[in-house]
């Protein structure tokens, strides 16, 4: 209701954070669904690779609308409607409250892990090489900057300070274009968040070894062959 009546196609990018954090809720009762599952013949392992398919699921229709709004933002260069901003910061502080109780105050344990496992987004690292900078000039911050970053949260305080740019532009100087400008930025940075996820589940699903296994099964095969030997 808030995007079509601010005409806000950054708010509305913004928003699909909003459904995916809908799409982790679900997620995380599913993962409660499958502890009370107990093991059966049938299933010998559980029903674990569910809780991985909804990682999957969640953060591929993730990138899936970022590429929407991409495709929308292109087609508005073309032809830039005007933008009300009358709800535009209530729309983004009530989005970023729900975002942020959703991400911190619910323990999602699927997310939590593959967002531990994946690799890093650019995002990320990006924010490590500043905060790295800052903690150089003032040592007492590293305890709080230098751990690596929620990329949920990230993502959500870097979008919402987006739309908040985009508010101030636009009311000092009715600079409507920066608004499909900030709905771009929230797109890729959807993308570049979501993708390191979508890529480790999905191996995960393929039954594929992780990178960071592989060095370590070359050094039990080699000791393995040496004791051989040895034998």
Same mark, same amino acid.
């Given at each position: 209701?808030?995007?079509?009546?601010?005409?806000?196609?950054?708010?509305?990018?913004?928003?699909?954070?909003?459904?995916?954090?809908?799409?982790?809720?679900?997620?995380?009762?599913?993962?409660?669904?499958?502890?009370?599952?107990?093991?059966?013949?049938?299933?010998?392992?559980?029903?674990?690779?569910?809780?991985? #398919?909804?990682?999957?699921?969640?953060? $591929? @229709?993730?990138? =899936?609308?970022?590429? !929407?709004? %991409?495709?929308?933002?292109?087609?508005?260069?073309?032809?830039?409607?005007?933008?009300?901003?009358?709800?535009?910061?209530?729309?983004?502080?009530?989005?970023?409250?729900?975002?942020?109780?959703?991400?911190?105050?619910?323990?999602?344990?699927?997310?939590?892990?593959?967002?531990?496992?994946?690799?890093?987004?650019?995002?990320?690292?990006?924010?490590?090489?500043?905060?790295?900078?800052?903690?150089?000039?003032?040592?007492?911050?590293?305890?709080?900057? #230098?751990?690596?970053?929620?990329?949920? $949260? @990230?993502?959500? =305080?870097?979008?919402? !300070?987006? %739309?908040?740019?985009?508010?101030?532009?636009?009311?000092?100087?009715n600079y409507f274009a920066v608004d499909t400008a900030s709905a771009i930025a929230i797109a890729l940075m959807t993308f570049g968040t979501m993708y390191p996820m979508s890529v480790y589940s999905g191996?995960?699903?393929?039954?594929?070894?992780?990178?960071?296994?592989?060095?370590?099964?070359?050094?039990?095969?080699?000791?393995?062959?040496?004791?051989?030997?040895?034998?």
């Open positions: 209701m808030w995007c079509s009546s601010t005409n806000s196609i950054a708010l509305t990018a913004y928003t699909y954070l909003t459904i995916f954090d809908l799409f982790s809720l679900m997620t995380c009762l599913i993962s409660y669904w499958v502890m009370m599952r107990k093991p059966s013949p049938v299933y010998s392992f559980g029903f674990e690779r569910l809780e991985v #398919l909804a990682v999957f699921a969640s953060t $591929v @229709l993730a990138q =899936l609308g970022a590429l !929407f709004i %991409l495709k929308e933002s292109v087609e508005r260069f073309l032809e830039q409607p005007e933008i009300h901003t009358g709800r535009l910061l209530v729309g983004t502080f009530v989005a970023l409250s729900f975002n942020l109780f959703t991400m911190l105050s619910i323990r999602n344990k699927p997310f939590a892990y593959v967002s531990e496992a994946a690799s890093t987004s650019w995002l990320q690292e990006h924010v490590a090489d500043l905060s790295r900078s800052v903690c150089g000039i003032i040592p007492g911050l590293s305890s709080v900057f #230098l751990p690596r970053m929620n990329p949920f $949260v @990230l993502i959500d =305080l870097a979008g919402a !300070f987006a %739309l908040c740019i985009t508010y101030m532009l636009i009311e000092i100087n191996k995960v699903l393929l039954q594929t070894t992780p990178p960071h296994v592989i060095g370590q099964l070359d050094k039990l095969l080699r000791e393995v062959r040496w004791n051989n030997k040895i034998i």
